[in-house]
């Protein structure tokens, strides 16, 4: 899944794990446990933290035919992070849409526990970075009024 920090990426990854039973991984939450518990700086995480992030989703394939992965698609290295999974994975990438002024309010209202801390000014600039990524979408999902539970569900299912 790929929106803007504050689209509703993690709320839609624990929805579909609680009931589809596909494990989600929650990306910035893993790499906020992996800097703390390795002493690295957030600016020294390899490609950004998408070779720990592919680690994470290999481990979860071993076990399991499918894994949601969540991006703001922010960074330099998606083309290559989403070539190095399509070489290997049958991938299906879903958008969650939401106006960037909704999405910068969810974000500044959010409890920040399991958060990078971010400045006004950087999210303003990963959410507008987010909102140029255009790739082939197998499902892009509205989410500026907070999708009802089951659309969502049943959209996914229509993309399994």
Known sequence: ??????????????????????HFIRVEQRLIEHIQSTNLEN????????????????????????????????????PEFIDRLKANYELRLVRISCPLDICFNRTRERAQDH?????????SSINAATDKVRLDWSLVIDNA???L??????AFNGIR
Do not use: C
């Open 149 to 154: 539970d089951t659309s969502i569900i049943e």
């Open 43 to 78: 600016d020294h995480l390899p490609n950004d933290g998408y070779d720990l992030e592919l680690n994470w989703i290999e481990e979860i394939l071993h076990k399991s035919d499918e894994v949601i992965s969540e991006a703001t698609g922010s960074s330099r290295y998606l």
């Open 115 to 123: 958060q990078f801390r971010v400045t006004d000014e950087s999210i």
């Open 145 to 147: 009024d907070p999708a």
């Open 1 to 22: 899944m790929i929106g803007a920090k504050g689209s509703g990426k993690t709320y839609i990854g624990n929805l579909l794990e609680n009931k589809l039973g596909i």
